[in-house]
């Protein structure tokens, strides 16, 4: 009993100096025990609930019917009301900026803000940016407002502890706990931009635009989606990494929407191409003519390894990199050729046409 006492103390003394803000050191004497609540009551002011009306468009299913299109006058689309609620993050008390999710908000006219004392007030949406599923809304008015840090996802690991916070299924406020689960997950097919992260803490319907907190009291990642048969928790969600939300939020606030340029290049997997030995790098399989990637000196056959320093492990994680930077940025790759590295510097040039990613699909939570 004693040895179990013993690593129990130096357990809680690890922990509490890695979070000193969360965790309070048990006194065996006194029965006092570790919580998390003195970091909820820091952070939860942040976290507003969201109220939207408006109207969408979407596709009729009798439309699909070749029965009903032959005798009826079947629109092919229909017009929807749309009452949902949803979460928010305040991360600009001054300017009352909100980072929530695309889905949220997609399709209104009308967006209330309910803060955690009960406080309401009016948004309007700034902008949306349907790739990534993010959208920035401003309170109008805002008074007496609190706002969340913005952290670094960058330096997330898996096994780190984290708190998600939102209004799952309209109860209110809710707090739920759980760790980094996986980090980098793509080919979900929620988003045209995917670099989730993964956790076990609890999301549900209408967490979506929640925050997902670090134990330092962080802003690290907008919680999004799940996988789940019957809609509801499993233990898998998925937020938006706030370094990729926080890249939106600054085009939206500059300018209003998100203007993605390219370097003209095909990119594959590596553990997608056969005889490599490395299995972790963006494969360049197509060089454009005439191309900043072409001009920079790129080839067919390069493993880009890190853009601007970061490492890059997958192509998607590149294509993040390019479709979040600026145009007219340089963008510097670290490049492996012939087994040799070398950097180059590439300049983002717009887009040849506009053309528009696709909107989000199943499992979006209100």
């Known amino acids: 009993m004693c040895v179990v006492r013993l690593l129990l103390s130096a357990f809680i003394l690890a922990c509490a100096a890695w979070f000193p803000a969360a965790a309070q050191i048990p006194d065996l004497k006194t029965g006092s025990i570790p919580t998390l609540a003195p970091l909820v009551r820091q952070v939860t002011p942040a976290v507003v609930n969201i109220s939207v009306h408006g109207r969408v468009r979407e596709d009729n299913?009798?439309?699909?019917?070749?029965?009903?299109?032959?005798?009826?006058?079947?629109?092919?689309?229909?017009?929807?009301?749309?009452?949902?609620?949803?979460?928010?993050?305040?991360?600009?008390?001054?300017?009352?900026?909100?980072?929530?999710?695309?889905?949220?908000?997609?399709?209104t006219s009308t967006v209330q803000i309910t803060t955690k004392d009960g406080r309401q007030f009016s948004a309007k949406v700034m902008g949306r940016d349907p790739p990534t599923d993010v959208a920035v809304l401003q309170i109008q008015n805002p008074i007496g407002l609190k706002a969340l840090p913005l952290g670094d996802s960058d330096v997330?690991?898996?096994?780190?502890?984290?708190?998600?916070?939102?209004?799952?299924?309209?109860?209110?406020?809710?707090?739920?706990?759980?760790?980094?689960?996986?980090?980098?997950?793509?080919?979900?097919?929620?988003?045209?931009?995917?670099?989730?992260?993964?956790?076990?803490?609890?999301?549900?319907?209408?967490?979506?635009?929640?925050?997902?907190?670090?134990?330092?009291?962080?802003?690290?990642?907008?919680?999004?989606?799940?996988?789940?048969p019957a809609g509801g928790n499993v233990g898998i969600g998925f937020a938006i990494p706030v370094n990729m939300a926080r890249q939106v939020?600054?085009?939206?606030?500059?300018?209003g929407r998100v203007e993605r340029g390219r370097i003209g290049v095909a990119l594959q997997d590596l553990r997608l191409s056969a005889n490599r030995v490395r299995n972790e790098g963006a494969l360049i399989a197509e060089v454009a003519p005439d191309s900043p990637a072409?001009?920079?000196?790129?080839?067919?056959?390069?493993?880009?390894?890190?853009?601007?320093?970061?490492?890059?492990?997958?192509?998607?994680?590149?294509?993040?990199?390019?479709?979040?930077?600026?145009?007219?940025?340089?963008?510097?790759?670290?490049?492996?050729?012939?087994?040799?590295?070398?950097?180059?510097?590439?300049?983002?040039?717009?887009?040849?046409?506009?053309?528009?990613?696709?909107?989000?699909?199943?499992?979006?939570?209100?």
């Open 61 to 107: 299913p009798l439309y699909r019917d070749p029965i009903f299109r032959e005798f009826f006058d079947v629109p092919r689309q229909i017009e929807k009301e749309v009452n949902a609620t949803g979460s928010g993050v305040i991360v600009d008390a001054q300017r009352g900026y909100v980072l929530t999710n695309n889905h949220v908000v997609e399709g």
């Open 156 to 228: 997330l690991e898996v096994g780190d502890f984290v708190l998600a916070i939102g209004n799952p299924f309209g109860l209110g406020q809710t707090v739920t706990s759980g760790l980094v689960s996986a980090l980098g997950r793509t080919g979900l097919g929620k988003q045209g931009y995917e670099d989730f992260i993964q956790t076990d803490a609890a999301i549900n319907p209408g967490n979506s635009g929640g925050a997902l907190v670090s134990l330092r009291g962080d802003l690290i990642g907008i919680n999004s989606a799940i996988i789940s």
């Open 249 to 255: 939020m600054e085009q939206i606030v500059s300018t």
């Open 294 to 366: 072409e001009k920079s000196g790129l080839r067919k056959g390069d493993i880009v390894t890190a853009a601007n320093d970061h490492p890059i492990r997958t192509a998607a994680q590149l294509r993040n990199k390019v479709g979040l930077a600026r145009i007219g940025q340089d963008v510097k790759l670290t490049v492996q050729r012939d087994g040799a590295p070398y950097t180059v510097m590439v300049q983002i040039a717009p887009p040849l046409d506009a053309t528009t990613a696709s909107v989000p699909g199943a499992h979006r939570l209100r």
